[in-house]
């Protein structure tokens, strides 16, 4: 079946440059693009994440001059069926190295199979797919370090050079399948980046321009625009991360370094969750299932605080109120507000990372769950648990002059200097309409390292008695 077209179907690379699957299938071919609107997937999506998708199903199905099927129902039905009415010899596909992904693939290349045709797997999400960067013994890394290390020694393909018209596309009207039309964006409350491919080559050209060089310390101040805002259109494959390190090139920058980095670790926490699919919804260091968190009534109203933004600690209640304003958060924010769930409110990190997951535009299951346990310390990391963030500190710091709590909590907007970040200690007291801190952070933080310090002393006696 040499001569006979191709299905391409599209998940998280929607984007018509640097497309391996183009590649695969063979120049000039022509080829089907697909979208499924999978339920299992879209049923645990929060409003940001189906509006984005929505939005770049849009944007791909206008590179594409018009010709994307996007049909409704489990791929597992609906990839053999649309190959079938094409009489594809191959559907190709970027791999996915998520839980549910690979899963889901067995199931329809099982499919498949049966009506003798392939299903081809063509480079992944990632700059490096899992299990790709191997330790000298050919062992998978579980620690960052030594994982970034060999990950650029291990190094990356160039990116592909692909457009919409590598292939000869079937218009999608001629195939006897009922096809559900590129949904329409829904209302949403929140302001959210622009979805598609062009916006993210924009976006990109921004940072990349005014930002970059400055990024290894302008990515800790939320109140600058000094973060790439990347990981959407990363999520989605509206850009390829290969594509993002060769526009970098060899540049030893701090800022270059820096952001080489962080998508290290996009691509090392791919790696855990591969090696570790159980790690998605539990601690990967399974000593952490001992350490007492609370529960009842009083932990659910601190929750609510949490979530709504109202702790009465700013830098924390800044960062809540800006996810459900953007349905985004900066990154060291995530970490603050994090920290504060955890060990201050003594609340399960599978709380926060749900309720992460619901509202981030750029929910991605491996970066979410595992920068969780990153901060819960039940993570890869050898000593974590000692990292307690002081939420007043931590602001100081980071937001010197209080500007991006002001952005966010407007019954702060008079409180000038540091002081915004202690507005308990104003001789008045708080602003109308702001909360008293719901907790002593240095008895809470005494409390965090009782509990972390049982959950060592119970791995000790473990070891000791084998």
Not at 130 to 142: E, K, L, M, Q
Not at 295 to 304: E, K, N, T, V, Y
Not at 401 to 409: L, S, T
Request: aromatic residues 10%.
């Amino acid at each position: 079946m040499t001569d006979a077209p191709a299905l391409i179907w599209f998940r998280r690379d929607l984007r018509v440059a640097d497309q391996p699957t183009f590649l695969a299938a063979g120049e000039n071919r022509r080829a089907l693009a697909l979208f499924v609107l999978d339920p299992r997937l879209l049923a645990p999506a929060g409003e940001a994440r189906l509006w984005f998708l929505y939005g770049c199903l849009q944007a791909l199905d206008q590179s594409l001059g018009g010709r994307l099927l996007v049909v409704e129902g489990d791929p597992v039905d609906v990839v053999p069926r649309v190959a079938r009415e094409i009489d594809a010899g191959a559907v190709h596909v970027a791999a996915d190295f998520g839980p549910y992904g690979q899963v889901r693939d067995h199931d329809v290349e099982r499919a498949l199979v049966k009506e003798d045709r392939e299903l081809v797997r063509s480079g992944s999400p990632y700059a490096v797919s899992p299990g790709r960067v191997r330790a000298a013994d050919g062992g998978r890394y579980r620690v960052f370090t030594p994982f970034r290390r060999a990950w650029a020694d291990h190094g990356w393909r160039q990116p592909a050079r692909t457009d919409a018209s590598y292939l000869d596309w079937i218009d999608p009207e001629t195939v006897a399948v009922e096809a559900t039309p590129v949904p329409d964006l829904p209302a949403v409350d929140a302001d959210l980046p622009e979805p598609g491919e062009a916006a993210a080559h924009r976006r990109w050209e921004r940072f990349r321009h005014d930002h970059l060089d400055a990024y290894a310390d302008g990515r800790d101040r939320p109140d600058r625009p000094g973060t790439s805002r990347m990981s959407v259109y990363l999520k989605y494959g509206c850009v390829h991360p290969r594509t993002l390190l060769a526009d970098i090139g060899a540049s030893m920058s701090d800022g270059a370094q820096s952001f080489r980095s962080e998508l290290a670790w996009r691509d090392f926490y791919a790696e855990i969750l591969d090696q570790r699919p159980d790690s998605a919804r539990r601690n990967y260091n399974r000593a952490f299932d001992a350490l007492v968190t609370d529960s009842g009534q009083h932990a659910d109203r601190l929750f609510a605080a949490w979530q709504e933004g109202r702790t009465g600690f700013p830098i924390v209640d800044a960062g809540m109120r800006q996810l459900r304003a953007e349905g985004w958060m900066h990154n060291r924010v995530r970490m603050i507000t994090a920290s504060f769930l955890v060990k201050d409110l003594h609340l399960p990190w599978w709380w926060g990372a749900r309720h992460f997951m619901q509202l981030l535009v750029d929910g991605d299951l491996a970066s979410n769950q595992h920068g969780w346990q990153w901060v819960a310390g039940s993570g890869t990391d050898a000593a974590p648990y000692f990292r307690v963030f002081n939420p007043v500190l931590q602001g100081e710091r980071f937001d010197p002059d209080g500007d991006y709590v002001r952005k966010y909590v407007p019954e702060l907007t008079d409180v000038t200097g540091k002081a915004v970040h202690q507005p308990w200690k104003l001789s008045d007291g708080p602003p109308a309409g702001y909360p008293a801190p719901v907790v002593d952070h240095k008895y809470e933080r005494a409390v965090a390292l009782d509990r972390y310090e049982a959950v060592k002393e119970a791995q000790h006696r473990e070891r000791e008695m084998r």
